[in-house]
């Protein structure tokens, strides 16, 4: 009985995105999605990502972004107009939200000894903004270090290894929402960014929140 929502769940988003899928973990909702961008879309945002100068910064129960020996990589946003619009439109499909529901795409590059502790990717004080918590993440891998830079869910015993063009798919809220103001983060889908031991990695994230994002697509895409 527990497993056939599962086999439900890796029947829709293989129908996505057309092509097999792997499902990690029913609540929270966990996918892994093999070959959910192209070599050629991966080299498109690692380009851009090359010029990701900004130190990460963390959101703190305020609203308030900071930087700290918590989350050690780089950041760049993405105006959407500038990624391929393919890689968007299945992000959109997988979330099952429009386009217009999600932030701009944010690339981060992490060196040897770079790491994202533990942390969850919406907290009860975004519910207090405009669009909401964050509902769900599109975490896409662009390339793999040598060593380390694995996302673990420690809570539910999982580590995926970066494989470039792969991307992981999870709800970060406890389910059913009744109230999209009213999210409870999930605890299980608390995860973390494993140090990078050797080499470099490069990830691409989208998230997607209940309503639409002050800050999405304008252009017509949604």
Excluded at 15 to 39: T, W
Excluded at 87 to 110: C, G, I, M, T
Excluded at 179 to 187: G, K
Excluded at 193 to 222: L, Q
Aim: net charge negative; proline share 10%.
């Amino acid at each position: 009985r527990e497993r056939l929502p599962l086999a439900e769940a890796a029947l829709f988003y293989a129908a996505a995105l057309g092509g097999p899928v792997e499902v990690l973990s029913e609540r929270p909702l966990i996918v892994k999605l093999p070959n959910f961008a192209s070599p050629a879309e991966c080299a498109s945002l690692r380009r851009r990502a090359v010029r990701a100068t900004t130190r990460s910064t963390v959101v703190s129960v305020d609203d308030a972004k900071a930087e700290n020996d918590y989350r050690t990589s780089r950041t760049r946003w993405l105006d959407d107009a500038s990624v391929p619009l393919g890689l968007s439109e299945r992000a959109a499909a997988v979330a099952e939200l429009p386009l217009e529901n999600a932030e701009k795409w944010q690339v981060a590059a992490y060196e040897p000894g770079a790491e994202y502790r533990l942390h969850t990717d919406t907290i009860p004080a975004f519910n207090e903004l405009a669009p909401g918590g964050r509902h769900a993440t599109v975490l896409l891998y662009l390339d793999a270090p040598d060593a380390g830079g694995a996302t673990v869910f420690p809570a539910l015993g999982l580590a995926v290894a970066p494989e470039p063009g792969t991307a992981i798919y999870f709800r970060n809220a406890v389910e059913p929402v009744s109230d999209p103001f009213a999210m409870d983060p999930h605890p299980d889908a608390a995860h973390a960014g494993a140090p990078v031991r050797a080499g470099a990695k490069t990830i691409a994230t989208k998230w997607f929140h209940p309503v639409p994002f002050p800050d999405g697509p304008d252009d017509g895409r949604s």
